[in-house]
């Protein structure tokens, strides 16, 4: 019988990933987006999925929606991705970030329970829960939570929600911890997009400079389309359960930037940086490296796509792009 799941957060980065390998499994994906006059579907076009995706629109501020989605559908899963996920503008937008990743998780959750408590539940948990937190440099599943973001906070919330939905009420949830992931169709106000797009717009001539700020963050970075078959893994289990998933390798930004850079042929790019602390955040969370050893030996899941591999993946995808944009004629309309 064919599997039926819900993605929420469908048009970000990690839904058409999702999306794509769950229809490669022949479930039948039905993905939740918020209504839009015109809609952006550039990832889901980018993967090949976007006709084979049964959109559908709601609100996860807007609990009436969810019970609706649910309550019509009857999911075997649901993956919720959606998230306000910006960790820099969660300062400024502190009260979306809550209603969306905190009280939005509830909702879904409340929903499940009325009216398919036998479906499967992902939580879309982060490394950004535990701020500057590790035992001997390493966070894993037992590292105590200290936020330094609204963001942050909003998803220990969700977390600690989800745990308390499987105790409580006996269903099927499960808190993937994602570390860093990234992927050629990472929005570009995340700093490895913001790298990769600017690297190949300076390897091409069509820009002078990138503006960034901590370039010594380090940060334990994979690859999108690696992580997303943990969150599936994770809901074939016979019970839920709590899973980071890492590579167990940080790497600095300055280490990102060097590699971009050196893809496209430029050895010293020191003169094509600059620092702009308007992009530093007003508490910084240092380095984060996680161990995937229970994801291993549980799951069985390992990360398939190095940091060298990705960011030339990257950075190989944004110069195609520039190439099919210099290609593609200029749309003009004559006057008549």
Do not use: C
Not at 182 to 200: H, L, M, N, Q, Y
Not at 306 to 317: G, H, N
């Amino acid at each position: 019988m064919q599997k039926t799941a819900i993605i929420t957060g469908i048009l970000g980065q990690d839904g058409p990933y999702l999306a794509k390998l769950l229809l490669e499994k022949d479930y039948r994906v039905f993905g939740l987006m918020q209504r839009h006059s015109a809609p952006n579907f550039e990832n889901t076009d980018w993967l090949g999925v976007t006709d084979k995706i049964e959109f559908v629109t709601g609100d996860m501020t807007d609990e009436g929606s969810l019970l609706h989605l649910v309550r019509s559908i009857r999911p075997a899963e649901v993956y919720n991705l959606a998230a306000q996920s910006f960790v820099g503008a969660s300062w400024d937008l502190a009260r979306v970030t809550t209603e969306v990743n905190s009280l939005g998780v509830l909702h879904l959750l409340n929903a499940l329970k009325y009216h398919q408590p036998t479906g499967k539940f992902y939580q879309a948990a982060t490394s950004e829960m535990f701020g500057n937190n590790h035992d001997n440099g390493v966070q894993t599943e037992t590292t105590s939570f200290r936020p330094r973001s609204p963001y942050g906070i909003s998803k220990v919330y969700a977390y600690w929600m989800t745990v308390n939905f499987r105790e409580s009420f006996g269903m099927h949830t499960s808190n993937g911890i994602l570390f860093n992931h990234e992927s050629p169709i990472r929005g570009k106000e995340f700093v490895t997009r913001k790298i990769s797009d600017a690297v190949a717009k300076i390897k091409l001539g069509l820009q002078d400079k990138i503006m960034l700020g901590n370039l010594d963050a380090k940060r334990d970075w994979g690859f999108a389309g690696d992580y997303v078959e943990a969150m599936w893994m994770m809901l074939q289990q016979p019970e839920g359960g709590d899973y980071l998933v890492a590579t167990g390798e940080p790497h600095s930004i300055r280490e990102f930037l060097d590699l971009a850079f050196k893809h496209v042929g430029i050895d010293d790019w020191s003169d094509l940086v600059g620092i702009d602390p308007r992009f530093k955040r007003p508490a910084e969370i240092h380095a984060l490296k996680g161990s995937p050893q229970k994801a291993t030996e549980t799951l069985g899941w390992k990360p398939k796509v190095s940091f060298e591999e990705l960011v030339a993946m990257m950075v190989d995808a944004d110069l195609e792009r520039q190439r099919v944009k210099a290609e593609t004629p200029a749309f003009s309309v004559k006057a008549v």
